[in-house]
């Protein structure tokens, strides 16, 4: 079993900038990848930034291309999504996900932390 905790979310004006968190316990050598979405209201989830923990690489969603980064610490079993230039449509709950192996589904999800942009 893995969990995650997300942190980081809040309110900040649009052009800002907020950096989330995801922390990882448990089986973590278990998981292959992990990843961030989000929901907004009345949309349905999706995938913004995912990562391949054995390969280090990245994608990315077109919405967020180049204004978020997904990066990671490896000896604090942490992910991190830093966003810039942010969005009054960015609003939404950021979930942490993280996957057993490069083809299965999201097995396991963090809480949600909300991020609200004002314009």
């Known amino acids: 079993q893995v969990q995650l905790v997300e942190s980081g979310g809040g309110l900040v004006q649009a052009g800002g900038s907020l950096r989330l968190s995801c922390a990882a316990s448990?089986?973590?050598?278990?998981?292959?990848?992990m990843a961030w979405f989000r929901r907004a209201p009345g949309k349905e989830r999706e995938v913004i930034a995912s990562?391949?923990?054995?390969?280090?690489?990245?994608t990315y969603a077109d919405s967020v291309k180049g204004r978020f980064t997904l990066s990671r610490d490896n000896a604090k079993n942490t992910i991190y999504l830093q966003m810039n230039s942010l969005k009054p449509e960015d609003t939404a709950v950021y979930y942490c996900a993280a996957a057993d192996s490069p083809v299965s589904s999201w097995s396991y999800w963090g809480q949600g932390t909300q991020v609200t942009v004002s314009s």
């Open positions: 448990g089986c973590t050598s278990c998981t292959s990848r």
């Open positions: 990562i391949s923990l054995r390969t280090g690489s990245t």
